[in-house]
C-alpha cells in the first residue's frame, strides 16, 4: 500500500525500501470542462540540481526535447500531448545508483504548453497527481495528489527527490509559478 503525502510532506524512500534503485515517477492529470479551443498539452520535467539548488549546466533539464540524462539516471517517457485516458500521462524513470554525485535533488515540474496563448491555467486541471512505483515490480511506493488549490499557475514544482546521506527522500512541494516553462527554467538556473 503506498503512502499517500499531503503538500509539504517528506518521506523516506530507500531506507524503507532496501535495495530499490530504479524507480519510475509517473505524473497524470485530467482536463476541466474547458471551452477555449485548445487541447491542453501538459508537459512533465525533470531538473538535475547541485548543491546551489541550480542545474550544474543545461544538460541537466530532462524533458521531451532532452529525454535522457548523459549519466543514464533520468529517462522521459516524452510526450503526451493531450492526457488523454487513465493512468499516467507522462513518466520518468529514475536510476538511483546512477546519479552523480554532485546532484543533491531532482524535481519534478509540470508546465502548461503554450498556456498564455491558449489561456490555459492550473485551475482548469484536475486530479493531478504523481506517484513513484518501484520498477523491478510495479508496486506503487509513494503518491502525492495535489488537489484544487491553483488558479493562474502555469507550471508547478510538483515533488523532489532528495538525498539525505546515503539515503533518498521524496517531498511533496506542490509549488505553483506563474510564467510557464521560461519562468521556471529561469528559476533552476537553465538558459533559455
Not at 470542462?33 to 539548488?53: I, T
Not at 540524462?69 to 487513465?86: L, P
Not at 488537489?147 to 539515503?167: C, H, K, M, P, Q
Request: glycine share 12%; with cysteine.
Amino acid at each position: 500500500m503506498p503512502v499517500n503525502l499531503a503538500k509539504g510532506q517528506k518521506v523516506d524512500l530507500t531506507k524503507s525500501n532496501p535495495g530499490l534503485s530504479k524507480i519510475l515517477v509517473g505524473l497524470g492529470w485530467d482536463t476541466n470542462k474547458y471551452d477555449g479551443g485548445h487541447d491542453f498539452d501538459l508537459d512533465a520535467a525533470a531538473f538535475l540540481l547541485v548543491e546551489s539548488g541550480k542545474v550544474g549546466s543545461d544538460k541537466d533539464f530532462c524533458f521531451y526535447g532532452n529525454q535522457k540524462h548523459e549519466s543514464g539516471s533520468v529517462e522521459h517517457s516524452g510526450d503526451n500531448k493531450t492526457g488523454v485516458g487513465e493512468g499516467d500521462d507522462e513518466v520518468i524513470k529514475i536510476d538511483l545508483s546512477k546519479i552523480p554525485a554532485a546532484i543533491k535533488k531532482v524535481d519534478f515540474t509540470v508546465t502548461i504548453h503554450e498556456a498564455d496563448v491558449r489561456m490555459q491555467n492550473f485551475g482548469q486541471v484536475s486530479n493531478a497527481y504523481i506517484r513513484v512505483l518501484n520498477e523491478s515490480d510495479g508496486t506503487e511506493l509513494i503518491r502525492y495528489d495535489l488537489g484544487e488549490d491553483y488558479s493562474i499557475e502555469t507550471a508547478i514544482v510538483v515533488a523532489e527527490l532528495y538525498r539525505n546521506g546515503a539515503e533518498w527522500k521524496f517531498n511533496a512541494v506542490g509549488s505553483g509559478f506563474a510564467g510557464g516553462l521560461k519562468a521556471l527554467c529561469q528559476s533552476f538556473g537553465v538558459e533559455v
